[in-house]
């Protein structure tokens, strides 16, 4: 990309604190947007060949509240890229990723996080910091388990589709604001799903088709009205 095509974005950007520049070919994150650090509300960089966020000027970006990295190719993320209190939606689907920082936890403004199409072999237990997040997507992951600590999760909606889990802690019956849980295309059999959340658990909308049981054995556990009557009140509710 042409470096007078890159200003333009740039001088664009100061004005709306808006910057876009998607399907490019980029395999570096564009220095110059350290001219923009103090103005940037929204980054998104999707579509290209990032292989890594500079550590030095990721942080910097005091503003920001959305950034987009999807389809790039990034298999580590700097701690400094939790300086940003103020990042409220992060999209990092389809990547490489295998864990999140140490410091994830202090994006404390966080309330949407994509993950989908990584390599993570475990769920980012740094999740069970982050007081205000609302929908998390670890879908096409390599997760195999879900622990104990899911019961720390604040989270409204949780995808985990296409993973290969088997098993899951009971403990998801506790979230305090589940509300949505899909486990589509997993390694689950039925004794391996806690009866606890359909019978104690504030899920109504529970997606579970494409593992080794039969939907309809579903029907025999103790619950299963519960939920799936849940399940037409939110669709019903939704569709207004």
């Given at each position: 990309m042409g470096n007078s095509a890159l200003r333009a974005h740039v001088e664009t950007a100061q004005k709306t604190?808006?910057?876009?520049?998607?399907?490019?070919?980029?395999?570096?994150?564009?220095?110059?947007?350290?001219?923009?650090?103090s103005n940037l509300r929204t980054i998104d960089l999707s579509n290209n060949k990032i292989?890594?966020?500079?550590?030095?000027?990721?942080?910097k970006f005091t503003l920001l509240k959305s950034l987009s990295l999807?389809?790039?190719?990034?298999?580590?993320?700097?701690?400094?890229?939790?300086?940003?209190?103020?990042?409220?939606?992060?999209?990092?689907?389809?990547n490489h990723l295998r864990e999140l920082p140490s410091t994830f936890g202090q994006l404390s403004a966080l309330k949407t996080l994509s993950l989908s199409g990584n390599q993570l072999g475990a769920l980012p237990p740094q999740l069970c910091s982050l007081r205000?997040?609302?929908?998390?997507?670890?879908?096409?992951?390599?997760?195999?388990?879900?622990?104990d600590i899911?019961?720390?999760?604040?989270?409204?909606?949780?995808?985990?589709?296409?993973?290969?889990i088997s098993q899951?802690?009971?403990k998801i019956s506790c979230c305090p604001r589940l509300k949505v849980l899909r486990l589509e295309e997993n390694c689950l059999e039925l004794s391996m799903?806690?009866?606890s959340i359909l019978s104690d658990s504030q899920i109504c909308l529970l997606a579970v088709?494409?593992?080794?049981?039969?939907?309809?054995?579903?029907r025999e556990l103790e619950g299963y009205d519960k939920v799936f009557i849940c399940l037409v009140a939110y669709f019903c509710i939704s569709s207004y």
């Open positions: 604190g808006v910057f876009q520049l998607k399907d490019r070919g980029l395999t570096e994150f564009p220095s110059d947007l350290q001219k923009l650090t292989e890594s966020l500079p550590p030095l000027l990721i942080g999807n389809n790039n190719k990034l298999n580590i993320l700097p701690d400094e890229l939790c300086n940003l209190k103020k990042l409220d939606t992060l999209s990092l689907n389809n205000h997040l609302d929908v998390v997507d670890l879908s096409k992951n390599q997760i195999r388990s879900i622990p899911v019961g720390e999760l604040q989270v409204i909606e949780l995808n985990l589709n296409q993973n290969q899951i802690s009971v799903l806690p009866q088709e494409g593992n080794l049981f039969e939907i309809k054995k579903l």
